[in-house]
């Protein structure tokens, strides 16, 4: 059996195709500058106390 596509079909496939490119871009970006906040806040912990001689302490 032989299955055929239109136009509105394959209008369709495209539409969900770059909604899912966006969603997934959405997620990863925001998932990035969340690993970067917990990152920063992990340098913040483990930054020793900078010394007294350093200008700018």
């Known amino acids: 059996m032989k299955k055929t596509c ?5 209008t369709n ?7 899912a490119k966006i969603l ?6 925001k998932l990035d500058s969340q690993r970067s906040v917990v990152e920063r806040s992990l ?3 483990t930054d020793p ?8 302490y």
């Open 13 to 19: 496939a495209l539409l969900i195709n770059n909604l």
């Open 49 to 56: 106390i900078p010394p007294y001689d350093d200008p700018l």
């Open 24 to 29: 997934r871009l959405c997620l990863v970006t």
């Open 43 to 45: 340098v913040a912990q």
């Open 6 to 10: 239109t136009k509105t079909t394959l």
